[in-house]
């Protein structure tokens, strides 16, 4: 099928591959605009970087409602639009311009967590299971029929990053195997329930520090789920730390955010549910990071 590709991050990259590996005609790519680095130098998004490799043209639209973006989209004349985590909205004249319509490839279980971080907002929320879902674009946010839902479990332990990469497969495969229905007319068309519809909004530092009146479980849960940015932060002896991984730690009495302990096994902090949480990596002000026992070489705290 002759596809125009929308996408920006290494999630999307992962489905645009996948498209060129089952041997479609990639006829364009879409993407944000390179981002300025250093002084000379320019970042080129992933999918920007893989379509280069594949000789595919590449095509970065400062606006999409001037009339430029849907000339590109007509003259290239996709017969399927398929956007990934593009980061734009788009007008409707170019959602309606292939023959097949445009496809999104959305990283929750839709219509829960409709919006730019899905991701993130099932770990900070401590759900048991996402996924991905292809829908048909429509002009509200991520409200389109649902055509295909693929299903994966959480494991209590996986952090954003992990569970980023296992999505933009699932997500890549689920895609994959959703095209040919719609080339042959079986693509199931699914209206979503909008009264049980959910928002990701995007993250911001205001949800970074953490507070110790939580329990043990949503503290851990804001740890993994702001990785790898804005990053969960915590003041540890008078010095802001981000944190990066934690363990379980035990039941104690001592009043939420009380330094329980500090050496090899960890920093280990009490939490408001009675038990106790460890901290096993962090990074100071202007410092890398590490674990607990290397950056208490530097840092020593007083229980």
């Known amino acids: 099928m002759r596809i125009l590709f929308m996408g920006t991050p290494d999630f ?26 250093n002084r000379n130098k320019v970042t080129f998004s992933p999918v920007k970087e893989y ?34 985590a593009y980061g734009r909205i788009l007008p409707e004249d170019i959602l309606n311009t292939p023959k097949y319509g445009s496809v999104n490839v959305h990283a929750s279980l839709l219509p829960k967590y409709r919006g730019a971080a899905p991701i993130n907002w099932v770990v900070l929320n401590g759900e048991a299971e996402t996924g991905v879902s292809i829908m048909y ?13 693929a299903k994966t479990p959480i494991d209590p332990e996986e952090s954003v990053p992990e569970l980023w990469d296992r999505l933009a497969l699932l997500g890549a495969q689920t895609l994959s195997e959703t095209i040919p229905t719609l080339a042959d007319g079986t693509a199931v068309r699914t209206p979503q329930d909008g009264s049980q519809m959910t928002y990701a909004p995007m ?11 939580k329990s043990c479980r ?27 991984k934690t363990a379980p730690g035990k039941e104690t009495s001592a009043a939420p955010g009380t330094i329980l302990s500090a050496g090899k096994q960890g920093i280990e902090v009490a939490c408001g549910d009675g038990k106790s949480v460890l901290i096993l990596e962090l990074q100071g002000e202007g410092g890398k990071r590490m674990d607990a026992a290397s950056y208490l070489c530097g840092h020593p705290i007083k229980i």
């Open 12 to 37: 999307a990259a992962v489905s645009l591959k996948r498209l060129v590996e089952d041997g479609h005609e990639i006829c364009g790519v879409f993407t944000q605009p390179d981002k300025p680095r």
């Open 51 to 84: 379509a280069v490799t594949q000789s595919i043209p590449v095509y970065q639209p400062l606006k999409m409602r001037d009339g430029e973006a849907l000339k590109i989209v007509q003259e290239l004349a996709p017969e399927l639009i398929v956007v990934v």
């Open 137 to 149: 674009m429509a002009k509200e946010l991520d409200a389109g029929d649902v055509i295909r839902v």
């Open 203 to 213: 993250l911001t530092r205001e949800l970074s520090p953490i507070n110790w009146t």
């Open 218 to 244: 949503e503290i851990r849960n804001q740890v993994r789920g702001l990785l790898p940015w804005p990053c969960a932060t915590a003041v540890l002896d008078g010095k802001t730390c981000k944190l990066f």
